[in-house]
């Protein structure tokens, strides 16, 4: 075999490669989205439907007139707004900082800071959720909306400094210096030049730290007892009952706590991709 026909062989198994990985990727959206609009007896069937024939808007109509355990729809994506952008917005700023910090002063025991924030990301969730507990009950912020925005800050913000240190650390200090030469202060120097480069991996980490919070279910449940606080993902679980489970309102309700997952990611994207292309011109 010639070199020339080894290499497309070789593309063509890994765009093979590529395709199952994201038709694999894909089912489980697909097969959520079309089973939300199919009526019960398709939902029950033995028989593969591919698409709903005809399309049905039970169970979305019944999510949104209902509700969910006497709770409109509404309510629990707000929660789950407020957790998630409050989350990312506070992780945002705290996981910058420390970043810049790591990335730019030496100080006793940086290498330990950072091998005991990827030890943090080992450790399980659901050991620390007692101890998580007791300190949330001790603070009064049981129940309360912002205790579970601290602990996803908490959760979200070893992964966001360790993956903005190496945005920090690839910017050349000489742009830093030749601020300062300028006349800039740090916070301008800051502001005006760190900022806009390391804005890429800014938004990298806020779509990671978006979805682990949209998504978070065990700290959601174990901290919020208010039926009327839950977050999207603990509103799920009332459509499994004992003796049955309600498959059509669960894969409606998901269908639209994805919308603003997808909205979230598609505004970020544009705001990433440009400022990748604008930092490679400044460099």
Same mark, same amino acid.
């Given at each position: ?229 839950? /977050?999207? =993902? !603990?509103?799920?679980? %009332?459509?499994?009952? *004992? $003796?049955?489970?309600?498959? +059509?309102?669960?894969?409606? @309700?998901?269908?639209?706590? /994805?919308? =603003? !997952?997808?909205?979230? %990611?598609?505004?970020? *994207? $544009?705001?990433?991709?440009? +400022?990748?292309?604008?930092? @490679?011109?400044?460099?």
């Amino acid at each position: 075999m010639s070199p020339l026909a080894r290499r497309r062989l070789g593309r063509a198994a890994l765009n093979a490669a590529g395709v199952v990985v994201f038709l694999f990727a894909v089912f489980p959206v697909y097969w959520m989205v079309t089973t939300a609009f199919k009526p019960n007896d398709q939902i029950f069937t033995t028989s593969f439907i591919p698409f709903p024939s005809p399309p049905s808007m039970d169970h979305i109509s019944r999510v949104f007139t209902k509700g969910v355990a006497g709770h409109s729809i509404w309510q629990y994506l707000f929660n789950s707004t407020l957790v998630a952008l409050s989350a990312v917005v506070l992780g945002a700023v705290f996981a910058l900082l420390a970043a810049t910090a790591v990335a730019r002063f030496r100080f006793r025991f940086r290498t330990s800071f950072l091998i005991l924030l990827l030890i943090v990301q080992m450790v399980p969730a659901e050991a620390l959720l007692i101890p998580l507990f007791t300190m949330v009950k001790r603070l009064g912020l049981y129940d309360q909306l912002l205790g579970l925005i601290i602990i996803n800050v908490g959760l979200t913000l070893p992964f966001s400094v360790w993956m903005l240190r190496t945005f920090v650390a690839a910017v050349p200090k000489e742009l830093e210096e030749a601020s300062w030469i300028d006349g800039a202060g740090r916070f301008t120097t800051f502001w005006r030049v760190l900022f806009p480069l390391v804005a890429p991996g800014l938004v990298a980490t806020s779509i990671f730290a978006f979805i682990t919070t949209w998504n978070e279910f065990v700290y959601a449940l174990t901290l919020i007892g208010d039926q009327g606080k839950y /977050t999207m =993902p !603990v509103a799920l679980q %009332f459509f499994v009952g *004992q $003796r049955s489970t309600d498959w +059509g309102g669960i894969m409606a @309700a998901s269908t639209l706590m /994805t919308i =603003p !997952v997808l909205i979230f %990611f598609l505004l970020v *994207q $544009r705001r990433m991709v440009s +400022g990748l292309v604008a930092g @490679a011109v400044k460099g």
